[in-house]
């Protein structure tokens, strides 16, 4: 697993950076209809305007299958990793995932009566492609949001999401792993301080 996080952080900051500048080229079929299929339950979710505890299990569902989380914790924290037992990161990766689903519904509940569509790919790897979409907001405003894909274990997860505002990228998994290690480093390595922030941001965000 730590190979895999290593090899996911070279490619981001190596593979992503360049590959936007030479275009994008047509990435497997498979991963584009990955995300095309959770897309359209998510914006088939928020049809209604109507977001109760259905709505939530719903979208928390789909992004749970969509999402690897595991993954983008681990990546998120670094070498930090390394030093945590298995039941400290067990606790940490829980946290992560609360924190990342409730994330994913405040992002959602601003938005009724959207559509997601799949406008294009490039193949960063034979395993590791980004999938870009456009959403189309029910006031016809449009936000184009991109999806970082690795295939292993015969499975399609995402492990990045792009947001591109006024012409620049802010990939989530990213700017996560800059603030964390921030809140890490500053504590001296403890990683339990990081997870009581983040069960602040949880409280504020449900409240």
Do not use: P
């Not at 030093?83 to 990161?89: K, M, N, T």
Request: proline share 0%; with cysteine; glycine share 4%.
């Amino acid at each position: 697993m730590y190979g895999l996080v290593s090899k996911f952080l070279k490619t981001s900051f190596y593979c992503l950076s360049s590959v936007y500048l030479i275009g994008f080229a047509n990435a497997d079929s498979k991963s584009e209809n990955y995300i095309k299929t959770a897309a359209l339950e998510i914006s088939n979710a928020s049809v209604s305007g109507i977001y109760d505890e259905v709505w939530r299990l719903n979208l928390n569902e789909t992004v749970n299958n969509l999402v690897d989380f595991d993954l983008m914790a681990r990546f998120s924290i670094g070498r930090h990793v390394r030093s945590l037992s298995q039941l400290e990161l067990d606790k940490y990766t829980a946290t992560y995932r609360k924190y990342a689903l409730i994330t994913f519904e405040q992002y959602f509940k601003q938005y009724e009566n959207f559509s997601i569509e799949i406008v294009g790919s490039v193949d960063l790897t034979e395993r590791d492609s980004v999938v870009s979409s456009r959403v189309t907001l029910g006031d016809g405003e449009e936000v184009d949001l991109k999806w970082r894909v690795l295939y292993r274990n015969g499975v399609h997860k995402v492990v990045d999401i792009a947001i591109e505002l006024e012409g620049s990228q802010l990939w989530l998994a990213i700017e996560q792993r800059s603030q964390f290690l921030a809140i890490i480093n500053s504590q001296e390595g403890a990683v339990d301080d990081l997870i009581a922030v983040l069960q602040e941001r949880i409280t504020e965000l449900r409240s």
